[in-house]
């Protein structure tokens, strides 16, 4: 069975995106990309909120033909673009790239979803993951830690309401002293 498997930078201090909604805090260098690519490249699709595709879809549909552009960012252009997504939004009418728009998080359909065959899914934005987590949905946790404090902004667990235990599979440290903590769900 897939797992549903959410990957998300934060900063120190526990905060996904600053005070007005900035990402400019994440040290993604060659080697943090390169990474990952290899990791998502093995994924059966992306889940992403409105917000999280939104912002991806304006940069990533023709970041590959930009001359200039870094080799791993060229290669993660075409990952996204030949990756099914699902979008999780109530408002968006119409999604591109190969993306499928849902209303909501129907725990039955999840499961239906993993089930199916395929790579992992990648599980991307702070709401969404809430939801997920409300419906103990989330079965990996792939925290990228930045060296940063950024003092405010959106955490990325602001409204976690039940306790989880977790169970660490890896960590590790990049170049840039970004590190990852790797964590599987325990359940009963």
């Known amino acids: 069975m897939r797992k549903i498997v959410l990957m998300m930078s934060v900063s120190l201090d526990g905060f996904m995106e600053g005070p007005n909604r900035e990402i400019d805090w994440h040290l993604v260098d060659e080697e943090l990309h390169s990474y990952f690519n290899a990791h998502l490249s093995t994924m059966g699709a ?3 909120g409105r ?4 912002l991806m879809a304006e940069f990533w549909p023709t970041a590959d033909q930009d001359p200039s ?4 960012v060229k290669e993660f252009a075409r990952i996204w673009r030949d990756m099914p997504k699902i979008v999780y939004s109530r408002t968006l009418e119409r999604a591109d790239w190969n993306a499928t728009v849902v209303r909501e998080v129907v725990p039955a359909e ?41 003092g405010a902004g959106k955490r990325l667990f602001a409204g976690a309401a039940d306790r989880a235990s977790l169970r660490l599979l890896d960590t590790r440290r990049f170049g840039n002293g ?11």
């Open 51 to 54: 917000v999280t595709y939104e």
């Open 110 to 150: 999840v499961e239906a979803l993993k089930a199916e065959p395929g790579g992992d899914l990648a599980l991307g934005g702070a709401d969404l993951a809430a939801a997920f987590a409300e419906h103990d949905l989330i079965d990996e946790y792939l925290i990228y830690v930045h060296p940063v404090l950024l």
């Open 178 to 188: 970004v590190v990852l903590l790797r964590y599987a769900r325990e359940r009963g």
């Open 46 to 48: 992306f889940l992403d």
């Open 69 to 72: 552009s870094p080799e791993p």
